[in-house]
């Protein structure tokens, strides 16, 4: 008899359903989220209309429950880089479900980690070494502690407008006030502008300098590091026996148009790197921090140090299933090349809008990672109306836009960070030259829209009253 058939009888056929629990709670959602959870969320999206109900999903698009179809230009955060639920990444989580693996035995040696670890390597030719944790603020806190051991300094530099993650080290190197207001005291790291190398240089002179962190691309904005920078600033760390970590937890994995977009320079080699997000195929939370090896062996010196950084549910065989049948489609789907044609595209149409709409300020990005600013326009009607909305609240505009491309044309994007004009599209990293001619068509009607005084202003007076509400 084998250990499953001699299970007790309620191990197998128990009670719960979830499909039932589903079908008889499922309407409650907004409400359970109000009582039980974060009681703002479910205010916010009442707020500005966003209070769908999405039965399912598929790729880059979802359907609520009339049916209609959704784009999705959002991928939960850069999480859906495959879109959601990938036939291959499905497959390799009921096939490691269906093995009954002994995982996260704690004292053994499985072979999903180190088969992920080697594939995540041949993407990352000058590191040797990865630690899974799971999530992206993970993978940034064990940079953090590496490279301090490492170099033996206590001071991490980060840019301006940062995020890297909300846990408390990570918190230390998050550029934005509005999330680090009220959780001092953090740790003890500078801030200096994403660029500025005679800042960089200014910080490395006090010798107290364990490493600098930086998104090539930072997410809030879309704002790339200046051509040459992430090179001339490595040069300057390793003078002064700093490390470099790139944060590649948005912007890694194809996003860009290269595997990672730290490559888009040459001679860029992070001593550090951090991935999370699209590793995951949308299923199974996973993060790691790749790295050198005298840093590993530096950290790990010993067998009394084995456990010294670890994560209770850090390589558990989902997340790595999922993690190795994200990376066989990366390279079966030649995913990278996609990308930078679809983003060209899709790049291309939307900045060359600029000169059609005054308060199209600029278009910018790589890959699918892509940045629409606004900007104060020329004409009297349109900057009246353009003042009124900046003096209730900066950002109004941007998501004046966002929520008519949702509530008319279904598409759904994000405002790229508080008090920001800027709208950012970090779609699934497959979508199609259908879904740009959806995405351009609907933005287009937008703008038209807002140039022409429509409804849009309707709803942006209804936003100012909120926004002096919440004063």
């Known amino acids: 008899m084998t250990t499953a058939e001699s299970a007790p009888e309620s191990s197998q056929a128990g009670k719960f359903d979830l499909g039932a629990l589903l079908a008889e709670r499922g309407a409650e959602r907004y409400e359970l989220h109000h009582r039980y959870l ?9 707020t500005i209309g966003f209070d769908k109900v999405y039965e399912r999903a598929e790729g880059a698009h979802f359907w609520d429950a009339e049916g209609n179809d959704h784009l999705d230009m959002l991928a939960g955060f850069g999480v859906m880089g495959l879109g959601r639920h ?9 096939d490691v479900l269906d093995l009954s693996l002994a995982d996260l035995t704690r004292f053994d040696c499985q072979p999903l980690p180190g088969l992920l670890a080697e594939r995540l390597l041949v993407h990352s030719p000058h590191l040797d070494r990865v630690f899974f944790g799971n999530s992206g603020t993970e993978a940034v806190e064990g940079a953090l502690k590496f490279a301090r051991y490492a170099t033996g300094r206590p001071r991490v530099l980060y840019c301006d407008h940062a995020f890297h993650g909300l846990t408390t080290g990570a918190l230390s190197v998050n550029g934005e006030s509005g999330f680090r207001d009220g959780f001092a005291p953090l740790l003890p790291d500078t801030a200096v502008p994403l660029g500025d190398l005679d800042a960089l240089e200014r910080e490395l002179r006090k010798g107290d300098v364990a490493a600098l962190i930086v ?5 809030k904005g879309v704002h790339e590091a200046p051509p040459g920078y992430l090179r001339a600033a490595q040069d300057l760390l390793h003078r002064h ?5 790139a944060d590649e937890v948005q912007t890694g ?3 860009t148009g290269d595997f990672y977009a730290y490559q888009h320079e040459e001679g ?10 699209a590793l995951s195929g949308g299923y199974v939370p996973v993060g790691a921090t790749l790295g050198k090896d005298w840093i590993f062996r530096k950290v790990f010196s010993s067998m009394d140090r084995v456990l010294v950084h670890s994560a209770s549910f850090g390589a558990n065989a989902q997340a790595m299933a999922a993690g190795l049948a994200v990376l066989s489609v990366m390279e079966d789907e030649q ?10 595209l899709l790049r291309t149409r939307l900045a060359a809008l600029t000169d059609r709409y005054e308060l199209l300020a600029d278009v910018r990005g790589r890959g699918l990672m892509i940045g629409i600013e606004f ?7 349109l900057r009246s109306r353009w003042t009124m909305l900046q003096a209730a609240r900066k950002g109004l505009f941007a998501q004046m836009v966002v929520v008519p491309l949702l509530q008319r044309h279904r598409i759904l994007t994000q405002v790229s960070g508080d008090h920001l004009e800027v709208i950012k599209l970090i779609p699934p990293l497959i979508i199609d030259e259908g879904d740009v001619d959806r995405f351009v068509d609907a933005f287009t009607a937008v703008m038209d829209d807002a140039h022409e005084g429509g409804l849009i202003w309707d709803f942006g007076r209804t936003l100012v009253k909120q926004a002096v509400a919440n004063r």
């Open 335 to 344: 995913i990278v090349a996609h990308v930078r044609r679809v983003g060209e």
């Open 268 to 277: 860029v080699e992070p001593d550090l790197v951090c991935v999370a997000k």
């Open 375 to 381: 900007g104060r326009p020329r004409s009297l009607k």
């Open 215 to 219: 998104e090539p691309i930072q997410g």
């Open 86 to 94: 990938h036939p291959v990444v499905r497959k390799a989580l009921h």
């Open 253 to 255: 994995l194809g996003r």
């Open 38 to 46: 974060n009681p703002q969320l479910p205010r916010m999206l009442h």
């Open 241 to 245: 026996k700093a490390l470099l970590i």
